[in-house]
């Protein structure tokens, strides 16, 4: 009999603490986030806690909103989108919010657009890639990071300019986030004249893709795009030494190739498995855009490692989220969608402005590890470090 | 037969049930070294039960059970074997995955009983040649018969100075039921002292020393079993003459 | 010739993990053998094990194939703990209550080691991670892979021999086929069956010790193992061990073959036709239902 009474217990006890949604005391400005803090995510989580964290003591420095302290409400989706979509209901239906920020992830944030839209509340996005959080029309969301399209077409004239190599494979995770990507790849690839000779989904966070390598490898392409998690991206990238798998161009969607961990050698990373991999890259610290270099100095303060993009954006949504209840000057969530269509301001990840669909025509350059270190290589104009053709891996040591 | 000082096994008082339902509520009972003894009864008089207090699977709510003059009432299941009382469930209950051989070598499991498997084994197979020829056979593919000479080498592969017997002749043939008494008798002349619940009366009774007849929990009625097997009552209740 | 190559090295590749799925769900066709009860918490003392076995990497420099040893102590002491805590009160219950309390095991133990290490992930990079040895000019075999696979199969040698042939092996077939036949030969069932939990557990505290260089750790990182190992204990036969080593091998080289010619995607699709059809068309397990 105990052991039922303990797991009934801590059932009670959960729930209850669930519930207890905080009501707002009006003293306060409060706005809600949504991202992924535990799961097989919680490093990107984590980045765009930092950076909203930074974000808020900026703001609240600055004496608040509209005269009073803004309030971030968290929610942690666990990497999970059905958590995603408890936490769109919580935030507006216990604690009131009228604007919500997240989640990291395409699958979550895909989740949480009706969700969203059917309370009729606004939701910013700083992350999330995937085509299809647009595509779904709502007039309550607001993307400020490039999507998947964005990321292929750099990608695709990234590659014109350097060789037009013609055959290309596709791997990616089965998953909202790999799918979309990979789909907008293909579209804008083959219409520059590419072909796709392999297109291979995977089953995230397995063991063992060696007999996936294996395949693409037989099919010979020049050029891999991977859209893939940190997880993923490093077990690939060890793998295909292991089968002997050599593109010319290892090109990616970024996230886990572009995460700040992944050329790092240290537990999480990829190390000299990350050499010569290409991203696509929305921000580094040495961006053109006024306080980039305040925001990289402020977060390596704050967590001891320099930011990659995924925490500028955060950075960047909070201050918009700021900006636009400032222009509000309301607390209504039809106000503040109104606010945010007439956007336009500067932040360190660029300028933010919203087209009639909500999505901010934000610049994809494409980044290369190069001596353990994201650089710049595309486009010219703004590179700080040549592209290198990816050698095999028996030419490496 | 025997002249030994007490009983080597004494019930006195005993009361147990299975949660809210009580079996047994008062089952006093001797059996002296070297008997056999047969508990007669009904189906749910609570002849079974008995034995399972005897052999701890079931724990008695009241009175005591003492072998060889200590007191066993409260020991587990697991120690009983050690004690030297062997219960031969009703229903065989072999392990039917493991074969003849690993069955009954799983009978001398006690400590006691562990120095002496060996020698035990070859006693069981000598006392039932049939097993020998089956000894690495699977026990679940073994006919009924085969299958209670099984159950009953196993409880004897602990060298038992008690053989509990729990109907030993249910579901078998005329022709193969004679064969186990047979058996029964013959471990009973080797000086094992045996505890038999049987369905089969006059079986039963015939080859035993003394009786006990059990109804609704109490025992009503024991005596010498020639005796027994002449009383009218006996005879009406459960011989249907 | 380059596809025969190829398919040998997915054949060799699916024995490799394989040879961990097989562990895996040899403790859980242990632990269900013996007590009828489906541990959905496999997968989350596999991350126990796991977490034992990195902190010692980490704080104390052990490597993890000396880790592995400590990490199936310290669950086998785990398992005996949790079966007198917990499991042996619902022994005897309904089969919901005994699902129940697995997955509660599972959500406080995953819960816990996100509280005490966060849900962040780790890797121990060690230096053998980068030896590959080659065999002609195709096949690659990746040095820890090829290590964990061979202390895999001395330990489910030495599990299914200790399981068959020892005495203690014996009493927990025993208590497997009849309980109760098992208590009346002398067998102490709460015992033994608090051994065979431990046991079942300190089978995932080793893979969890050899996953660990080939892998990476987080707390969630076992409810997929759950999966696999519940598909490898109706493939084997419920509850035979030496159907679970079997199905474990023949999961991983299946996985490996679809990877190959069907891809990757298809894969944990194939585990769950596997698991339907065999629950569907054999129910008895591809190799008979011989328990334990």
Not at chain 1, 346 to 361: E, L, V, W
Request: include cysteine; hydrophobic fraction near 45%.
């Amino acid at each position: 009999m105990r052991p039922t009474w303990l797991l009934g217990a801590l059932l009670v006890v959960s729930v209850g603490a669930a519930c207890k949604g905080k009501q707002g005391d009006g003293k306060t400005i409060r706005v809600g986030v949504v991202t992924s803090l535990t799961g097989s995510q919680a490093a990107f989580g984590l980045a765009h806690k930092n950076g909203y964290t930074i974000a808020l003591n900026e703001i609240n420095a600055k004496g608040g909103v509209m005269g009073k302290p803004l309030e971030v409400v968290f929610y942690d989706d666990q990497s999970k989108p059905d958590q995603a979509v408890q936490g769109v209901a919580k935030l507006i239906d216990q604690d009131h919010v009228p604007l919500i920020l997240g989640s990291f992830g395409s699958e979550n944030t895909r989740a949480m657009v009706p969700a969203v839209d059917q309370r009729k509340v606004p939701l910013i996005v700083p992350t999330a890639t995937a085509d299809n959080i647009m595509e779904a029309g709502s007039p309550w969301v607001f993307r400020i990071c490039a999507g998947s399209s964005a990321y292929a077409t750099s990608t695709t004239n990234f590659l014109k300019d350097n060789g037009a190599p013609r055959t290309l494979a596709l791997i990616y995770e089965n998953t909202n986030f790999g799918q979309s990507n990979a789909a907008a790849m293909k579209t804008v690839a083959t219409a520059a004249g590419m072909t796709v000779v392999a297109d291979e989904g995977y089953q995230p966070k397995s063991p063992d893709y060696k007999a996936l390598l294996q395949r693409v490898k037989a099919k010979e392409p020049e050029v891999v795009y991977y859209a893939s998690y940190l997880l993923d991206a490093v077990t690939l990238m060890r793998q295909s030494e292991e089968v002997d798998f050599n593109p010319k161009f290892v090109t990616s969607a970024g996230t886990g190739f572009s995460a700040a961990e992944f050329p790092t050698s240290t537990d999480k990373g990829a190390g000299k498995y990350a050499e010569y991999t290409f991203s696509v890259s929305q921000w580094l610290p040495s961006s053109p855009w006024a306080g980039s270099k305040e925001f990289d100095e402020a977060f390596t303060k704050l967590t001891g490692g320099h930011p990659a993009y995924h925490a500028t954006q955060a950075y960047a949504a909070l201050l918009l989220a700021a900006d636009v209840l400032s222009r509000a000057k309301s607390d209504q969530p039809t106000a503040i969608a109104d606010a945010l269509r007439k956007t336009k301001l500067d932040t360190a990840f660029g300028p933010i402005q919203f087209d009639a669909k909500g999505q901010n025509a934000h610049p994809v350059s494409i980044t290369q590890v190069q001596h353990g270190q994201y650089k710049l290589v595309w486009p010219g104009d703004s590179a700080e470090s040549k592209p290198v053709a990816t050698p095999a891996w028996s030419e490496r040591h | 037969m025997t002249a030994a000082a007490g009983p080597l096994l004494e019930l006195a008082g005993i009361r147990a049930g299975y949660g809210d339902f009580q079996a047994l509520f008062d089952i006093s009972l001797e059996v002296r070294a070297g008997e056999i003894v047969t508990l007669i009864g009904a189906n749910g008089a609570g002849k079974t039960t008995t034995l399972r207090v005897i052999s701890g699977s079931l724990r008695a709510t009241a009175g005591t059970v003492r072998f060889d003059g200590h007191d066993i009432t409260q020991l587990p299941a697991h120690a009983i074997p050690e004690r030297g009382i062997s219960h031969v469930p009703e229903g065989r209950q072999l392990f039917p995955h493991m074969t003849v051989e690993e069955n009954l070598d799983l009978g001398a499991y006690n400590r006691r009983s562990r120095p002496r498997a060996r020698a035990a084994l070859d006693d069981q197979l000598a006392l039932f040649p049939r097993l020998k020829e089956r000894r690495r056979q699977l026990a679940g593919t073994l006919s009924g018969g085969e299958q209670q000479m099984v159950a009953i080498a196993r409880g004897l592969m602990a060298a038992p100075r008690l053989l509990l017997l729990d109907e030993p002749s249910l579901g078998l043939s005329p022709k193969i039921t004679e064969e186990v008494f047979a058996r029964v008798q013959d471990i009973g002349k080797r000086g094992v002292t045996v505890l038999i619940v049987e369905q089969n009366v006059v079986d039963g009774l015939s080859i035993s020393d003394r009786g006990y007849v059990i109804e609704n929990g109490r025992v009503v009625m024991h005596g010498a079993a020639a005796a027994l097997l002449r009383d009218d009552k006996i005879r009406a209740a459960y011989l249907g003459l | 010739m380059e596809f025969t190559l190829r398919a040998l090295q997915a054949v060799l590749n699916g024995l490799l993990t394989g040879s961990l799925y097989a562990l895996i769900g040899m403790g859980m066709a242990l632990i269900f053998g013996v007590m009828r009860i489906v541990n959905f918490a496999h997968g989350a003392f596999l991350m126990v094990g796991m977490y034992a076995t990195y902190m010692l990497y980490d704080h104390l420099h052990v490597t993890p194939y000396v880790g592995f040893l400590v990490a199936a102590a310290l669950l086998l002491g785990i398992g005996v703990l949790t079966y007198h805590g917990l499991l042996r009160w619902v022994a005897e219950r309904s089969h919901f209550m005994q699902i129940l309390l697995t997955l509660g095991i599972a959500l406080i133990l995953t819960g816990g080691a996100q509280l005490v290490f966060g849900a962040d992930y780790h890797k121990a990079n060690l230096p053998l991670l980068d030896v590959n040895l080659h065999l002609g000019r195709h096949i690659t075999i990746n040095a820890p892979w090829l290590l964990s696979f061979a202390i895999t199969v001395v330990l489910a040698t030495g599990m299914f021999l200790f399981v068959m042939k020892s005495r203690f092996g014996r009493a927990l077939r025993a208590i497997a086929q009849n309980r109760y036949a098992a208590s009346l030969m002398g067998i102490h069932v709460v015992r033994t069956e608090a051994l065979a939990f431990g046991l079942g557990l300190a089978a995932v505290g080793f893979a969890g010790g050899l996953l660990l260089p080939v892998f990476y750790l987080y707390p969630t990182v076992g409810d997929e193992f759950t999966g696999k190992a519940f598909v490898i204990v109706v493939l084997g036969g419920m509850g035979s061990i030496e159907g679970a080593a079997v199905a474990g091998v023949v999961l991983g080289v299946i996985e490996s073959l679809t990877s190959l010619y069907w891809g990757n995607e298809w894969a944990l699709t194939v585990d769950f036709a596997i698991f339907l059809g065999v629950l569907s068309l054999r129910p008895s397990g591809l190799f008979g239902s011989q328990r334990v």
